[in-house]
């Protein structure tokens, strides 16, 4: 299959880039992971960030430094569902996918993965979060310009972060194009890559 989109994959909560590892892999040079202020290899000091804009802007530099040209697919796990909420009212022509993701009507205010060698690497490259940029977010947006892209909803059956009843409510209060349902746990791209890459694909190959 030929990837026609760039993809780019959002962290969630204590996460970093890193987290996305086997989905760069899978993905060769079609994908860009990034880590968000404060998180991962980001220098920031997590005390120094209290708004939720200064949290997200290197996703918003990123976007800013491709081409208008290029079709991008931008991916938010957890609490990454801010994060793409956000971009897209600035971003609305790019088409998005939530992986378990939180989304709250706009203007609204532990983590269980696969085991073994994945746990190891969380407790290593795990940081704490910058409680006062999250804690203040009030993201908005708009139908004209958020709800006029294409989003996919990627539902993880085994979630006991975000657990399944919670996934469904969070798809009914948002305009959801698509719900893909995975067999998984709050963090597919560590336990299930394989499966997760190829809901990504076809995502891609269905909204080119």
Known sequence: ?????????????????????KTVDLLRRAGQELDLAS????????????????YNQPLVDLLLSLPETEKILL???????????DAMERFHRILKVYISAV???????????AGGQDVVLGEMLSR??????????AITYTNEKHGTVPSV????????????????????????????????????MLSA????????????DKYA
Not at 103 to 113: D, E, K, R, Y
Not at 193 to 204: D, F, N, S, V, Y
């Open 1 to 21: 299959m030929v990837i026609k989109h760039h993809f780019v994959l959002v962290h969630g909560l204590m996460h970093g880039a890193w987290c996305w590892y």
């Open 39 to 54: 998180c991962g290899t980001h220098p920031a000091d997590r005390n120094s960030i209290s708004e939720f804009a200064v």
């Open 75 to 85: 991916v938010g796990h957890s609490m990454a569902g801010f994060s793409v909420l």
């Open 103 to 113: 989304l709250l009507p706009s203007g609204n205010i532990v983590l269980h993965v």
């Open 128 to 137: 704490p979060y910058p409680a006062g940029a999250m804690m203040t977010a």
């Open 153 to 188: 909803y990627i539902k993880c059956l085994q979630d006991n972060v975000i657990v399944p009843e919670v996934q469904d409510f969070l798809i009914e209060l948002n305009q959801i194009s698509q719900v893909v349902e995975m067999e998984s746990d709050h963090s597919p």
């Open 193 to 204: 890559p394989e499966k997760l890459h190829q809901i990504l694909l076809a995502t891609a």
